[in-house]
């Protein structure tokens, strides 16, 4: 019986071939093939890695410098080389290869040595390859490892250096992006030469707060911002062995990376709290915290969720563990739902497509085998994978119930409409009905913070980084209620400083949550979400009118919508000298936390205001936070403060004009 059914399903399988040959149906892949050279000896390059960027999909040439890449879809693609001796070869679109279905794309690349020896960076131009240099057979193939092993250069296909310029836009061919910063391909620390420099990490500065006289804006008015991505990147960044780029240190999400112990509000839904002292950095600033506290709800009165998962198959989600990580991070929080929560799953590579339709939490097993089942692969289509959960969390919508969509992916986008204006408006018209998206990101390389960071902004939801299964017991255990659970919406601080005491005020961080002073009591005005129990902080420097007595320093307004959006609340409460100031050797130590915090991330920005500031010093301030506020995150802010003195040196955004070491900034 079985004998019969095997020699069936061979039967079967001829002539479904027989029928699509006569059909003239043709393979839907091809492959890319290659060699790499050196281009002064000629000698082949083995243990280089060949990367596809849109796919992730990489080999690693042979002891003939050769490689192979098979199963590749018809379509344009940007080749990555790197190798220890000669860098990371990228970028240009020279660097193009047109695959064509079934067959066989031949390149052949000369390496040189000279980016890393001149300390600069550089980067290959390919000449255009002759026409018809695909191949159905290997021959090709065969001619190039013989020209490899001989050490005979192709001129055809060599590699001519070439500088890259800062503002070259031609990667990857998307408006989607930002151009990366582009580091110089030379090991700048000797404790860290085996670390490779995480390439196209897209970040966006912001800019830097400046002070501002009370006399001309007493206002200082801004959205609440409960993420702390930023945070998570930079450690990465320097447990790697990297400083980070600045762009990539926001500096409110530094602050808010650290829990301050704030008591929980009774029966309101926020309890505001200010505290004041000295400047250990200069002596003539005050500092001032203004912190907003949510009120927290129990797991068993949460309201029900309506949870729409959002996965990134793409082949760049194949590196690293990035996909375990999401698969560890799906499977976490729907171990924190029940019987009166739903769950759907859709996904996206070069296409989207539904994963399971919405169906009861409980049904944990059936869940995590459709995560298993999913393979990544192909390009990415990040415009069709969002607006399909749209539509899946739009289906499943119950006015009262939480209705989160959580968006796991590293951010890079290369298929289909790429303008974030275009899919930013899409999640605006969701998020007004009440839908909240929530972004996590994965990844180091090829990952960006830019869209992930604007997505949860726009969607109202949360943006962390996950980078360990830490970070997953964090944001889908231990704060999943904060996630999905929506305390107030539009969410907008207003500080009003009294000009007779403070003369100047400077707001470190949320310059992107900025709020025009008129829009305050605007309903109209977009704010921050907050989930429950999620705590808020802000730090102020000020600068005094001397020779007065100070009273009334500021009132803080909070003011916030219902989650239904309905209704609209506002809270006030007076900072006075007498009542909140305390000397810094006498103020809390959960105060000196958030300073030294905040001046951290201004020193790896390298502000103007952190410029006489050491890591030498910030340590010293941090270390009796080891007795006084015992516990992971002291000990963890001690360890990467400790990290980035040691690497303080050298900066992944060189400027041979301008570089940074220890605790100044100095100018050739």
Same mark, same amino acid.
């Given at each position: 019986?079985?004998?019969?059914?095997?020699?069936?399903?061979?039967?079967?399988?001829?002539?479904?071939?027989?029928?699509?040959?006569?059909?003239?149906?043709?393979?839907?892949?091809?492959?890319?093939?290659?060699?790499?050279?050196?281009?002064?000896?000629?000698?082949?390059?083995?243990?280089?890695?060949?990367? #596809?960027?849109?796919?992730?999909?990489?080999?690693?040439?042979?002891?003939?410098?050769?490689?192979?890449?098979?199963?590749?879809?018809?379509?344009?693609?940007?080749?990555?080389?790197?190798?220890?001796?000669?860098?990371?070869?990228?970028?240009?679109?020279?660097?193009?290869?047109?695959?064509?279905?079934?067959?066989?794309?031949?390149?052949? #690349?000369?390496?040189?040595?000279?980016?890393?020896?001149?300390?600069?960076?550089?980067?290959?131009?390919?000449?255009?390859?002759?026409?018809?240099?695909?191949?159905?057979?290997? !021959?090709?193939?065969?001619?190039?490892?013989?020209?490899?092993?001989?050490?005979?250069?192709?001129?055809?296909?060599?590699?001519?250096?070439?500088?890259?310029?800062?503002?070259?836009?031609?990667?990857?061919?998307?408006?989607?992006?930002?151009?990366?910063?582009?580091?110089?391909?030379?090991?700048?620390?000797?404790?860290?030469?085996?670390?490779?420099?995480?390439?196209?990490?897209?970040?966006?500065?912001?800019?830097?707060?400046?002070?501002?006289?009370?006399?001309?804006?007493?206002?200082?008015?801004?959205?609440?911002? $409960?993420?702390?991505?930023?945070?998570?990147?930079?450690?990465?960044?320097?447990?790697?062995?990297?400083?980070?780029?600045?762009?990539?240190?926001?500096?409110?999400?530094?602050?808010?990376?650290?829990?301050?112990?704030?008591?929980?509000?009774?029966?309101?839904?926020?309890?505001?709290?200010?505290?004041?002292?000295?400047?250990?950095?200069?002596?003539?600033?005050?500092?001032?915290?203004?912190?907003?506290?949510?009120?927290?709800?129990?797991?068993? !009165?949460?309201?029900?969720?309506?949870?729409?998962?959002?996965?990134?198959?793409?082949?760049?989600?194949?590196?690293?563990?990035?996909?375990?990580?999401?698969?560890?991070?799906?499977?976490?929080?729907?171990?924190?739902?029940?019987?009166?929560?739903?769950?759907?799953?859709?996904?996206?590579?070069?296409?989207?497509?539904?994963?399971?339709?919405?169906?009861?939490?409980?049904?944990?097993?059936?869940?995590?085998?459709?995560?298993?089942?999913?393979?990544?692969?192909?390009?990415?289509?990040? !415009?069709?994978?969002?607006?399909?959960?749209?539509?899946?969390?739009?289906?499943?919508?119950?006015?009262?119930?939480?209705?989160?969509?959580?968006?796991?992916?590293?951010?890079?986008?290369?298929?289909?409409?790429?303008?974030?204006?275009?899919?930013?408006?899409?999640?605006?018209?969701?998020?007004?009905?009440? #839908?909240?998206?929530?972004?996590?990101?994965?990844?180091?390389?090829?990952?960006?913070?830019?869209?992930?960071?604007?997505?949860?902004?726009?969607?109202?939801?949360?943006?962390?980084?996950?980078?360990?299964?830490?970070?997953?017991?964090?944001?889908?255990?231990?704060?999943?209620?904060?996630?999905?659970?929506?305390?107030?919406?539009? $969410?907008?601080?207003?500080?009003?400083?009294?000009?007779?005491?403070?003369?100047?005020?400077?707001?470190?961080?949320? !310059?992107?949550?900025? $709020?025009?002073?008129?829009?305050?009591?605007?309903?109209?005005?977009?704010?921050?979400?907050?989930?429950?129990?999620?705590?808020?902080?802000?730090?102020?420097?000020?600068?005094?009118?001397?020779?007065?007595?100070?009273?009334?320093?500021?009132? $803080?307004?909070?003011?916030?919508?219902?989650?239904?959006?309905?209704?609209?609340?506002?809270?006030?409460?007076?900072?006075?000298?007498?009542?909140?100031?305390?000397?810094?050797?006498?103020?809390?130590?959960?105060?000196?936390?958030? #300073?030294?915090?905040?001046?951290?991330?201004?020193?790896?920005?390298?502000?103007?205001?952190?410029?006489?500031?050491?890591?030498?010093?910030?340590?010293?301030?941090?270390?009796?936070?080891?007795?006084?506020?015992?516990?992971?995150?002291?000990?963890?802010?001690?360890?990467?403060?400790?990290?980035?003195?040691?690497?303080?040196?050298?900066?992944?955004?060189?400027?041979?004009?301008?570089?940074?070491?220890?605790?100044?900034?100095?100018?050739?």
């Amino acid at each position: 019986m079985n004998k019969l059914k095997l020699m069936l399903a061979v039967v079967a399988a001829v002539l479904s071939t027989a029928f699509a040959t006569a059909a003239g149906e043709k393979p839907a892949a091809g492959s890319i093939s290659g060699c790499l050279t050196d281009s002064e000896t000629g000698q082949p390059v083995s243990g280089a890695w060949v990367t #596809i960027s849109e796919t992730g999909d990489r080999v690693q040439t042979d002891s003939s410098g050769c490689f192979s890449i098979n199963g590749v879809p018809r379509a344009v693609y940007h080749l990555e080389v790197s190798h220890p001796d000669y860098g990371i070869v990228k970028g240009l679109p020279e660097l193009v290869v047109a695959v064509n279905a079934g067959k066989e794309k031949l390149v052949q #690349i000369a390496l040189t040595t000279k980016a890393k020896k001149d300390g600069g960076t550089t980067a290959p131009r390919l000449t255009a390859p002759a026409p018809g240099e695909d191949s159905k057979s290997s !021959e090709g193939m065969s001619k190039l490892r013989q020209g490899a092993a001989t050490g005979e250069p192709d001129a055809t296909y060599r590699l001519e250096e070439q500088r890259v310029q800062s503002g070259d836009h031609s990667y990857g061919g998307t408006t989607l992006m930002p151009v990366p910063k582009r580091a110089p391909s030379v090991d700048y620390h000797p404790n860290y030469s085996d670390y490779w420099l995480p390439q196209d990490m897209f970040f966006e500065d912001y800019g830097t707060n400046g002070f501002t006289d009370t006399r001309r804006d007493r206002f200082s008015t801004f959205a609440l911002d $409960v993420d702390d991505a930023s945070y998570n990147l930079v450690r990465r960044y320097l447990l790697d062995g990297h400083v980070p780029p600045r762009d990539a240190v926001r500096v409110e999400e530094f602050i808010n990376h650290f829990e301050y112990g704030y008591n929980v509000p009774n029966d309101e839904t926020f309890r505001v709290f200010t505290e004041m002292t000295d400047s250990p950095f200069e002596s003539d600033i005050k500092v001032l915290k203004v912190a907003v506290k949510g009120r927290e709800i129990d797991r068993f !009165e949460r309201k029900p969720m309506n949870v729409t998962f959002v996965i990134d198959v793409s082949g760049s989600m194949g590196r690293d563990n990035r996909f375990a990580l999401v698969s560890g991070s799906i499977k976490a929080l729907v171990k924190q739902l029940n019987r009166h929560d739903r769950v759907g799953m859709v996904a996206y590579g070069s296409q989207a497509f539904v994963v399971f339709e919405p169906i009861a939490a409980d049904r944990h097993w059936d869940i995590f085998a459709a995560v298993d089942r999913l393979r990544v692969g192909g390009s990415t289509y990040a !415009e069709a994978g969002i607006r399909l959960g749209y539509e899946m969390a739009n289906r499943q919508f119950v006015n009262g119930h939480n209705n989160v969509i959580i968006l796991c992916s590293d951010g890079v986008a290369n298929v289909g409409r790429t303008s974030p204006d275009e899919i930013m408006r899409e999640v605006q018209r969701f998020a007004r009905r009440g #839908i909240v998206m929530s972004t996590f990101g994965y990844g180091m390389g090829n990952y960006n913070d830019v869209l992930l960071e604007q997505l949860a902004v726009k969607g109202n939801g949360r943006y962390a980084y996950v980078n360990d299964s830490d970070d997953i017991r964090d944001e889908f255990v231990d704060n999943v209620i904060g996630t999905l659970q929506v305390l107030a919406r539009d $969410v907008k601080v207003q500080v009003e400083f009294n000009p007779k005491a403070v003369k100047a005020y400077r707001l470190l961080g949320y !310059e992107n949550r900025a $709020v025009a002073d008129n829009r305050f009591r605007d309903n109209r005005q977009d704010g921050g979400e907050v989930g429950a129990g999620h705590e808020i902080t802000a730090v102020y420097e000020l600068e005094m009118n001397r020779g007065r007595k100070f009273g009334q320093i500021a009132t $803080v307004h909070v003011r916030w919508k219902d989650p239904s959006g309905k209704q609209v609340f506002e809270l006030g409460r007076d900072a006075q000298w007498r009542q909140h100031y305390a000397g810094f050797e006498q103020s809390r130590p959960e105060l000196r936390l958030a #300073i030294v915090a905040g001046r951290f991330a201004e020193v790896l920005k390298q502000t103007p205001y952190a410029a006489g500031t050491s890591f030498e010093t910030l340590y010293r301030l941090a270390e009796p936070l080891r007795h006084e506020l015992p516990g992971e995150q002291t000990e963890d802010l001690l360890n990467l403060i400790r990290r980035a003195a040691d690497l303080s040196g050298w900066h992944t955004d060189y400027d041979e004009d301008d570089y940074f070491y220890g605790d100044r900034n100095y100018k050739r």
